[in-house]
């Protein structure tokens, strides 16, 4: 069965800071894994898809990598904002079903 | 514009009641979805439809009924069965079952009270 993880739950940085979210998964067979961000109260914002033929997908400040045979995915976000503050979601999709699994997200905190 | 309405943004049940929860899209999808959010945990299906009149329970569908009478609605139901539906519900859509990302609408918080 597969099972997602993000890594940490929770994290504070300064504004500026380049850094980097861990999506961890359990299951290779993935079709595809999305990254979401959600803003409290809210419903969720789609920020990049990555196929599992493709190795990274890029908007703007944001990076998405995909590392299948070691079941993980990064998001990094350059010249981090005060508004990218915000619960940001990995799912991924199986290749039989596509029905999407979610890790727990982690809460970013950007300090002005 | 485009996108899924989910109404209302907030939503108190009495015990033993049922209520309904609306969703509705105006993006021409096939598929749409209904999860459940508590505090801590990733989302969990509850029912997933691939296409009108047609419908599949996710992981956690005990306690909640849908219908699928028009493309563009997806109705869930929660029933007196339900025994801890206090939670954040979601709505999602996507072209068709493993096609490309979502679109997820605004949420409806339910409280039993």
């Known amino acids: 069965k597969q099972e997602v993880t993000q890594i940490p739950a929770a994290l504070s940085v300064p504004e500026g800071e380049n850094l980097v979210l861990n999506c961890s998964f359990t299951d290779s067979a993935i079709y595809n894994l999305q990254w979401f961000r959600q803003d409290p109260g809210k419903g969720l914002t789609s920020l990049l898809l990555i196929q599992s033929s493709q190795r990274e997908q890029t908007s703007g400040r944001l990076n998405a990598s995909l590392d299948k045979s070691s079941g993980r995915s990064t998001l990094y976000i350059a010249a981090s904002q005060p508004g990218d503050s915000a619960t940001y979601l990995c799912?991924?999709?199986?290749?039989?079903?596509?029905?999407?699994?979610w890790g727990a997200g982690t809460k970013l905190i950007i300090k002005p | 514009d485009g996108g899924i309405t989910q109404s209302p943004k907030y939503l108190f049940r009495k015990e033993g009641q049922n209520v309904t929860l609306s969703c509705e899209q105006n993006l021409n999808h096939d598929a749409m979805y209904w999860y459940r959010q508590d505090p801590g945990q990733g989302l969990r299906l509850i029912y997933y439809s691939q296409i009108v009149n047609d419908f599949q329970k996710g992981d956690i569908a005990e306690g909640y009924s849908v219908s699928r009478e028009k493309k563009e609605s997806f109705p869930l139901t929660v029933t007196s069965a339900q025994k801890n539906p206090t939670a954040f519900y979601l709505c999602?859509?996507?072209?068709?079952?493993?096609?490309?990302?979502?679109?997820f609408g605004s949420g409806t918080r339910l409280t039993v009270v």
């Open positions: 799912a991924v999709a199986g290749d039989s079903n596509y029905q999407l699994i």
């Open positions: 999602a859509s996507s072209i068709g079952a493993g096609t490309g990302g979502y679109t």
